[in-house]
């Protein structure tokens, strides 16, 4: 039986900061959006074995879990256990336990990141325009550059009209020259937190231009009876970023100096990773192709503009290091100085022009579905297609059910992994279950679990995207989604136009001044302003 700790035990440690621990809600990520714990980074038990290692990488660090008090915590540290954590410990009483002792809760998603937009819309008096204004100064034919700070693909979901594309860790660079002439330079996002965090970052390296950040992004643009323009392929960075210059170069070094962000070389680097009783993070903020091209070997990939707004689903460690990655250290320092901000102490700046590293290439490692599959025969979109055939065969996905309602294998039943065993008493008898998920990693995993099935159990090799590849056609239909799709939160975004969309899009917008009230009173997090100029 795990360890447990008692929720007025756990929060002192977490306020104290006095040494690692890792926070993990293995709940459902829907249940985790309706109210979790400010510090606590999701990880359904669903996924744990696919995401434990990149959110906790040092297998000695100290773990909690906590669930709805429903018994999925300890399954959870069963399953820790047998990967090698041995540090791990179940909040007594789970989420219920913590809020009956008298703590906070919050709702939505990356909630530590939004308080620090917030807060540093206040204490940096980040300059902000509305919606409504910044339509004026179109329509009057302003100069105006409007800057997207998203990844690519988002910023195609719907964009301001006439805003280029500039991810985050490129907005330093590119966004001054994509501006041009312009009077005004406006950086937008879906909502406040990477918009605000980029207009800043432009002032952080001494940008003395009128820059604002778009009020409420895209979102807010919407809610003011606009539309967004779709498919969008305009870009900041045509040719990639821009070469830093001596100045930018030099303001990156007095940013790390004003702010204690440490400048590692490949020495100093190996210690870091060498030390058995320090969890270290390694990330390469770049945009992708660069990371591919070439990158200190063991660094993840992870924009810099989605690092600062997903930290809590990338490190869940509080007390650890962190080092950033890029090529000359300019970008990666603007990212260093929002980390530091989020009051994370010991944050590192790793520059790969310095020399010495040991660089790699490509992308991450393949899906590891194959090498997971253990006792049961993994099958190819043929022989499943025959098998479907015989009407003797049932077929659970496991994707999640954002990936479910876009297209899944005919007659494939929804279910969420970690009520598969309790929801096969409730799909009908047949001879033969076959699983498949996203690309098969999660199915692998699953027919490994403990399943009361009596019949042959088999994967479908490579999920449905193999069979997508093999051309035979998926269904939309919904007819078969028996389990509570809870598993996902829903964007405003993901949702059509109307009224629901639209008081979404409220919801999601609304309490920000509530939010970083209860923060700064819980005592959670260390926001700090560190200003720069």
Same mark, same amino acid.
Not at 218 to 239: D, H
Not at 403 to 409: A, D, L, Q, S, T
Not at 488 to 501: C, F, N, Q, S
């Given at each position: 039986?795990?360890?447990?700790?008692?929720?007025?035990?756990?929060?002192?440690?977490?306020?104290?900061?006095? &040494?690692?621990?890792? *926070?993990?809600? /293995?709940?459902?990520?829907?249940?985790?959006?309706?109210?979790?714990?400010?510090?606590?980074?999701?990880?359904?038990?669903?996924?744990?074995? *696919?995401?434990?290692?990149?959110?906790? !990488?040092?297998?000695?660090?100290?773990?909690?879990?906590?669930?709805?008090?429903?018994?999925?915590?300890?399954?959870?540290?069963?399953?820790?256990?047998?990967?090698?954590?041995?540090?791990?410990?179940?909040?007594?009483?789970?989420?219920?336990?913590?809020?009956?002792?008298?703590?906070?809760?919050?709702?939505?998603?990356?909630? !530590?990141?939004?308080?620090?937009?917030?807060?540093?819309?206040?204490?940096?008096?980040? %300059?902000?325009?509305?919606?409504?204004?910044?339509?004026?100064?179109?329509?009057?034919?302003?100069?105006?550059?409007?800057?997207?700070?998203?990844?690519?693909?988002?910023?195609?979901?719907?964009?301001?009209?006439?805003?280029?594309?500039? %991810?985050?860790?490129?907005?330093?660079?590119?966004?001054?020259?994509?501006?041009?002439?312009?009077?005004?330079? /406006?950086?937008?996002?879906?909502?406040?937190?990477?918009?605000?965090?980029?207009? =800043?970052?432009?002032?952080?390296?001494?940008?003395?231009?009128?820059?604002?950040?778009?009020?409420?992004?895209?979102?807010?643009?919407?809610?003011?009876?606009?539309?967004?323009?779709?498919?969008?392929?305009?870009?900041? *960075?045509?040719?990639?970023?821009?070469?830093?210059?001596?100045?930018?170069?030099?303001?990156?070094?007095?940013?790390?100096?004003?702010?204690?962000?440490?400048? /590692?070389?490949?020495?100093?680097?190996?210690?870091?990773?060498?030390?058995?009783?320090?969890?270290?993070?390694?990330?390469?903020?770049?945009?992708?192709?660069?990371?591919?091209?070439?990158?200190?070997?063991?660094?993840?990939?992870?924009?810099?503009?989605?690092?600062?707004?997903?930290?809590?689903? =990338?490190?869940?460690?509080?007390?650890?290091?962190?080092?950033?990655?890029?090529?000359?250290?300019? &970008?990666?320092?603007?990212?260093?100085?929002?980390?530091?901000?989020?009051?994370?102490?010991?944050?590192?700046?790793?520059?790969?022009?310095?020399?010495?590293?040991?660089?790699?290439?490509?992308?991450?490692?393949?899906?590891?579905? %194959?090498?997971?599959?253990?006792?049961?025969?993994?099958?190819?979109?043929?022989?499943?297609?025959?098998?479907?055939?015989?009407?003797?065969?049932?077929?659970?996905?496991?994707?999640?059910?954002?990936?479910?309602?876009?297209?899944?294998?005919?007659?494939?039943?929804?279910?969420?992994?970690?009520?598969?065993?309790?929801?096969?008493?409730?799909?009908?008898?047949?001879?033969?279950? /076959?699983?498949?998920?996203?690309?098969?990693?999660?199915?692998?995993?699953?027919?490994?679990?403990?399943?009361?099935? %009596?019949?042959?159990?088999?994967?479908?090799?490579?999920?449905?995207?193999?069979?997508?590849?093999?051309?035979?056609?998926?269904?939309?239909?919904?007819?078969?989604?028996?389990?509570?799709?809870?598993?996902?939160?829903?964007? !405003?975004?993901?949702?059509?136009?109307?009224?629901?969309?639209?008081?979404?899009?409220?919801?999601?917008?609304?309490? &920000?001044?509530?939010?970083?009230?209860?923060?700064?009173?819980?005592?959670? *997090?260390?926001?700090?302003?560190?200003?720069?100029?």
């Amino acid at each position: 039986m795990a360890a447990s700790i008692a929720a007025e035990s756990l929060f002192e440690q977490l306020r104290a900061e006095c &040494s690692e621990i890792a *926070l993990l809600d /293995v709940r459902e990520e829907g249940r985790y959006g309706a109210g979790h714990i400010l510090v606590a980074s999701a990880l359904p038990l669903s996924r744990l074995e *696919l995401g434990i290692e990149a959110l906790v !990488p040092r297998r000695e660090a100290a773990i909690v879990v906590y669930d709805d008090g429903d018994g999925l915590a300890a399954r959870a540290c069963d399953k820790l256990t047998r990967l090698g954590y041995a540090n791990t410990m179940v909040l007594d009483g789970g989420l219920p336990g913590w809020i009956a002792a008298g703590y906070e809760v919050y709702e939505g998603l990356n909630t !530590p990141s939004k308080a620090l937009g917030v807060f540093a819309h206040r204490e940096l008096t980040i %300059p902000e325009i509305a919606p409504d204004d910044l339509a004026g100064l179109m329509e009057a034919g302003g100069k105006v550059a409007i800057l997207d700070c998203r990844p690519f693909t988002e910023f195609q979901n719907g964009s301001i009209p006439g805003a280029s594309s500039c %991810p985050g860790a490129a907005l330093v660079r590119n966004g001054p020259d994509d501006a041009g002439n312009a009077d005004t330079l /406006v950086v937008t996002c879906a909502g406040r937190t990477r918009g605000l965090a980029g207009a =800043q970052t432009l002032r952080d390296f001494g940008f003395r231009g009128q820059v604002f950040a778009l009020r409420d992004g895209t979102i807010g643009w919407q809610l003011s009876g606009r539309t967004v323009e779709k498919e969008a392929g305009r870009s900041a *960075l045509p040719n990639g970023r821009k070469p830093a210059g001596a100045d930018m170069l030099a303001k990156a070094e007095a940013i790390r100096s004003a702010t204690g962000i440490g400048l /590692v070389d490949a020495r100093l680097l190996e210690r870091l990773r060498a030390d058995t009783d320090r969890t270290a993070y390694l990330f390469d903020i770049r945009e992708k192709p660069e990371f591919e091209a070439g990158h200190i070997a063991g660094f993840r990939h992870v924009a810099g503009g989605q690092l600062v707004q997903n930290l809590d689903m =990338q490190v869940a460690v509080r007390g650890a290091r962190i080092v950033v990655s890029d090529d000359d250290g300019v &970008s990666a320092t603007g990212v260093a100085l929002w980390l530091r901000r989020m009051g994370w102490r010991e944050v590192f700046v790793a520059r790969i022009d310095d020399g010495g590293f040991e660089v790699a290439t490509g992308g991450a490692s393949a899906s590891p579905g %194959p090498a997971l599959i253990q006792g049961h025969g993994s099958i190819d979109p043929a022989r499943l297609k025959q098998l479907i055939a015989t009407g003797e065969t049932l077929v659970i996905d496991l994707a999640s059910s954002r990936e479910y309602r876009k297209g899944h294998i005919p007659r494939a039943w929804f279910v969420v992994r970690s009520r598969l065993p309790d929801m096969l008493s409730k799909l009908p008898m047949a001879a033969t279950l /076959v699983l498949t998920s996203e690309d098969g990693a999660l199915a692998a995993l699953a027919a490994q679990d403990e399943l009361p099935f %009596p019949g042959a159990i088999h994967v479908l090799a490579r999920g449905t995207a193999a069979w997508r590849a093999s051309g035979y056609d998926l269904s939309t239909d919904l007819d078969r989604m028996i389990d509570v799709p809870d598993d996902v939160v829903i964007k !405003p975004t993901e949702l059509p136009a109307g009224p629901e969309r639209d008081e979404t899009m409220r919801v999601y917008l609304g309490g &920000s001044e509530e939010l970083l009230e209860k923060v700064e009173r819980e005592g959670l *997090l260390k926001l700090a302003a560190l200003p720069v100029d």
